[in-house]
């Protein structure tokens, strides 16, 4: 009978101990390169913005406390995992009625005070919103 | 010898591992949210240098409103022209005007640059808002007229009574402004969207896009159906976006009439434009939303343009040169 696991001395030349090394080594970085890939899904982010740079970063799925932010002039409260323009000194209040954002994709934004509320999570909502 | 022949493809193999790994690191999403035009902008990047560019992007939407088309900033070249009634100003200004002027010539009006004191009377948004009284009503709707505008070389006038306000195209100029740079950059997809605008647009030029609608009874962020697009731009006007309600609890939405001065009364709810240049989906949003779906037609096809309505009695109907996918998320909403 056929020995399969006998390795010939050719073989053995073609896939040396450290040539299957050098394959885990390579096959690690290929996997550990697409880890982020696969973390992008999943949780719920909410990213606060005030007058373009990124302020705040709360992870909603996990969150399960109850707070308030100050941003400029704006109140921003968190409940769990839903986030909200609890307060704002604009005329309009665009932003307090846009109401509670728990899912990804939603966004809320006080644009007389320069302060935006974006969900991150997975990428299965639109490319972009018209309004 | 042996072993030195395994460590060069060793190094070589890492090597190329590495290369991949850093062009597909650079291929990574760019997203840069900030503030210009009085909206939220949100420029989204694939592709290489994407950091670069998008701030190239955010810089130019900038210098455009304080440049050039802002008519509340007064070292702007529209607030020159509003307070001078003549001036040289630059020549993408004074291209943008000409744009603008001809299509007010294509809609008969219904969209007209000159409308800028009735929406300064309205103020609609604003912190103080009043209904305005009827006589300067009247006063400021005998200022508008397009065909005040002359444009000779760079030099632009307007009429003693006139002032401009271009706040009916500004966020498609910046989004045509965007493409401008994107494609002369590494960039290979983008979704750029300043305030409601977006601009669609990949190197490949496939149909790998999906726009949301917004819904027009919920907030910004809830669309109530979708549409499967193109390299295309995409503009949306709503009663809905921005409105101020009086003392009696009456609503007031932004775009106004320029035959009658006061806010459009028709049933449309909202109009999403999709068309191959920025002013003019911008400008066409607004000017079938003030039209109404059986006038729009023409103005559409006559830009290559199509469009999207939704009506207060929650029917969507599409204008007849409509061939993208569309998908009504929510059933309260009927495809007619």
Same mark, same amino acid.
């Given at each position: 009978?056929?020995?399969?696991?006998?390795?010939?001395?050719?073989?053995?030349?073609?896939?040396?101990?450290?040539?299957?090394?050098?394959?885990?080594?390579?096959?690690?970085?290929?996997?550990? =390169?697409?880890?982020?890939?696969?973390?992008?899904?999943?949780?719920?982010?909410?990213?606060?913005?005030?007058?373009?740079?990124?302020?705040?970063?709360?992870?909603? =799925?996990?969150?399960?406390?109850?707070?308030?932010?100050?941003?400029?002039?704006?109140?921003?409260?968190?409940?769990?995992?839903?986030?909200?323009?609890?307060?704002?000194?604009?005329?309009?209040?665009?932003?307090?009625?846009?109401?509670?954002?728990?899912? =990804?994709?939603?966004?809320? =934004?006080?644009?007389?005070?320069?302060?935006?509320?974006?969900?991150?999570?997975?990428?299965?909502?639109?490319?972009?919103?018209?309004? | 010898?042996?072993?030195?022949?395994?460590?060069?493809?060793?190094?070589?193999?890492?090597?190329?591992?590495?290369?991949?790994?850093?062009? &597909?690191?650079?291929?990574?999403?760019?997203?840069?949210?900030?503030?210009?035009?009085?909206?939220?902008?949100?420029?989204?990047?694939?592709?290489?240098?994407?950091?670069?560019?998008?701030?190239?992007?955010?810089? %130019?939407?900038?210098?455009?409103?304080?440049?050039?088309?802002?008519?509340?900033?007064?070292?702007?070249? !529209?607030?020159?022209?509003?307070?001078?009634?003549?001036?040289?100003?630059?020549?993408?200004?004074?291209?943008?005007?000409?744009?603008?002027?001809?299509?007010?010539?294509?809609?008969?009006?219904? !969209?007209?640059?000159?409308?800028?004191?009735?929406?300064?009377?309205?103020?609609?948004?604003?912190?103080?808002?009043?209904?305005?009284?009827?006589?300067?009503?009247?006063?400021?709707?005998?200022?508008?007229?397009?065909?005040?505008?002359?444009?000779?070389?760079?030099?632009?006038?307007?009429?003693?009574?006139?002032?401009?306000?271009?706040?009916?195209?500004?966020?498609?100029?910046?989004?045509?402004?965007?493409?401008?740079?994107?494609?002369?950059?590494?960039?290979?997809?983008?979704?750029?969207?300043?305030?409601?605008?977006?601009?669609?647009?990949?190197?490949?030029?496939?149909?790998?896009?999906?726009?949301?609608?917004?819904?027009?009874?919920?907030?910004?962020?809830?669309?109530?159906?979708? !549409? %499967?697009?193109?390299?295309?731009?995409?503009?949306?006007?709503?009663?809905?976006?921005?409105?101020?309600? $009086?003392?009696?609890?009456?609503?007031?939405?932004?775009?106004?009439?320029?035959?009658?001065?006061?806010?459009?009364?028709?049933? &449309?709810?909202? &109009?999403?434009?999709?068309?191959?240049?920025?002013?003019?989906? $911008?400008?066409?949003?607004?000017?079938?939303?003030?039209?109404?779906?059986?006038?729009?037609?023409?103005?559409?096809?006559?830009? $290559?343009?199509?469009?999207?309505?939704?009506?207060?009695?929650?029917?969507?109907?599409?204008?007849?040169?409509?061939?993208?996918?569309?998908?009504?998320?929510? $059933?309260?909403?009927?495809?007619?």
């Amino acid at each position: 009978m056929k020995n399969y696991f006998a390795r010939t001395t050719q073989e053995r030349k073609l896939l040396g101990r450290v040539d299957v090394l050098i394959i885990i080594l390579i096959a690690a970085i290929c996997v550990g =390169s697409c880890v982020p890939l696969f973390l992008k899904k999943g949780d719920v982010t909410a990213k606060i913005i005030y007058d373009g740079e990124t302020v705040e970063e709360i992870n909603l =799925s996990q969150n399960e406390k109850k707070f308030t932010l100050e941003v400029g002039r704006c109140d921003i409260a968190v409940e769990g995992h839903e986030i909200f323009f609890a307060n704002s000194p604009c005329p309009d209040k665009v932003c307090m009625n846009a109401g509670r954002l728990r899912k =990804s994709g939603e966004f809320a =934004s006080c644009v007389p005070e320069k302060v935006a509320i974006i969900l991150k999570g997975d990428r299965k909502s639109p490319d972009a919103i018209t309004y | 010898m042996k072993s030195k022949k395994r460590f060069i493809s060793a190094a070589a193999a890492l090597l190329a591992t590495l290369a991949i790994v850093i062009v &597909v690191g650079k291929d990574t999403d760019y997203e840069k949210t900030s503030y210009a035009m009085a909206a939220m902008t949100d420029i989204k990047l694939s592709g290489s240098g994407c950091e670069k560019t998008a701030e190239e992007i955010n810089d %130019r939407i900038v210098e455009c409103e304080n440049r050039e088309i802002s008519r509340n900033i007064a070292s702007s070249d !529209v607030s020159k022209i509003n307070s001078e009634k003549s001036c040289a100003v630059s020549e993408k200004t004074a291209g943008y005007i000409r744009q603008l002027k001809d299509f007010s010539v294509s809609c008969n009006g219904a !969209v007209d640059i000159t409308i800028g004191e009735l929406t300064r009377l309205w103020n609609i948004g604003g912190d103080d808002f009043r209904v305005p009284d009827a006589q300067a009503i009247e006063e400021a709707l005998s200022g508008v007229g397009y065909e005040n505008i002359a444009i000779e070389g760079n030099t632009v006038t307007i009429g003693d009574e006139q002032t401009l306000d271009l706040g009916c195209a500004g966020k498609g100029i910046a989004c045509d402004e965007a493409l401008g740079i994107i494609k002369s950059s590494g960039v290979k997809k983008a979704v750029v969207s300043v305030g409601g605008s977006v601009l669609l647009w990949s190197r490949n030029g496939k149909k790998e896009f999906t726009v949301g609608i917004r819904d027009p009874q919920k907030g910004a962020s809830d669309y109530c159906m979708t !549409v %499967r697009t193109g390299n295309t731009f995409v503009s949306t006007s709503g009663t809905y976006e921005r409105f101020s309600v $009086d003392k009696n609890g009456k609503e007031y939405h932004h775009i106004i009439s320029t035959e009658t001065g006061y806010p459009v009364e028709n049933d &449309v709810l909202s &109009v999403t434009v999709f068309c191959e240049n920025g002013l003019l989906s $911008d400008s066409l949003s607004s000017a079938c939303l003030i039209l109404g779906y059986e006038q729009s037609e023409d103005l559409l096809n006559r830009y $290559d343009a199509c469009a999207v309505f939704v009506f207060k009695d929650n029917t969507v109907m599409t204008s007849s040169g409509f061939s993208y996918e569309l998908n009504v998320k929510d $059933d309260r909403y009927i495809l007619k």
